[in-house]
């Protein structure tokens, strides 16, 4: 009997601990469709090599704090902000506004941008890119962005970030794209786990 319950317990833990190990590669809505990207060969940012033994993105837990309503100062006479790229490119934007957030009890700001042109059908999204702590670590070297809507903008002045839905520039996975470069003014001193993962070619 003390053998067979010596033999649970043993599975028991060896099955918690590969749990533990188990990459988290996609539960919710954001990650579902990410992935689902990313399988297909006609929209997917991945190489032909790295598509055929792509099994899924690899994310952050979800995280709920990592879900914000930030305070957002719009910025209508900013200037035209024109964006470096990992190319020759120059990719132009206009400053939307300033965001002003918490974590953790830290206070932070980041700056928000639209594009000069936008295409209709992303006339309400917003482009938000950032630096923080996990970069070059557990999260892709050049930060990465976050898709804002405007819809989720309210007449109090706020606005709903949420750094869960936080994705890779496609130069991650691929020499062949031109992406912005994220303004070092849009570091945050803290660790952001949430998110996509830094990709492992």
Same mark, same amino acid.
């Given at each position: 009997m003390k053998n067979i319950l010596l033999l649970i317990l043993i599975i028991t833990i060896q099955s918690c601990s590969s749990q533990k190990k188990r990459k988290n590669s996609g539960n919710s809505s954001?990650?579902?469709?990410?992935n689902a990207k990313f399988k297909d060969a006609t929209i997917s940012p991945?190489?032909?090599?790295?598509?055929?033994?792509f099994k899924g993105l690899s994310f952050f837990r979800q995280d709920d704090k990592y879900r914000i309503i930030a305070k957002i100062v719009k910025t209508p006479d900013a200037p035209t902000f024109s964006f470096p790229t990992?190319? =020759?490119? !120059?990719? !132009?934007?206009?400053?939307?506004? $300033? !965001?002003?957030f918490s974590i953790d009890e830290k206070d932070f700001d980041l700056a928000i941008y639209q594009e000069?042109?936008?295409?209709?059908?992303? $006339? =309400?999204?917003?482009f938000l890119p950032f630096l923080d702590n996990t970069n070059g670590k557990t999260s892709y070297e050049g930060g990465r962005f976050i898709d804002v809507l405007t819809t989720d903008e309210?007449?109090?002045?706020?606005?709903?970030?949420d750094f869960n839905t936080a994705y890779n520039p496609y130069c991650a996975y691929s020499n062949r794209y031109s992406c912005p470069i994220t303004p070092? =003014?849009?570091y945050l001193d803290i660790d952001i786990?949430?998110?996509?993962k830094a990709y492992v070619k």
């Open positions: 954001f990650q579902k469709e990410m991945l190489t032909k090599k790295g598509l055929k033994k990992t190319t =020759d490119r !120059v990719a !132009v934007y206009k400053k939307y506004g $300033i !965001v002003s000069l042109k936008p295409q209709l059908e992303y $006339i =309400d999204h917003l309210s007449e109090t002045g706020t606005i709903v970030i070092r =003014d849009n786990k949430a998110g996509v």
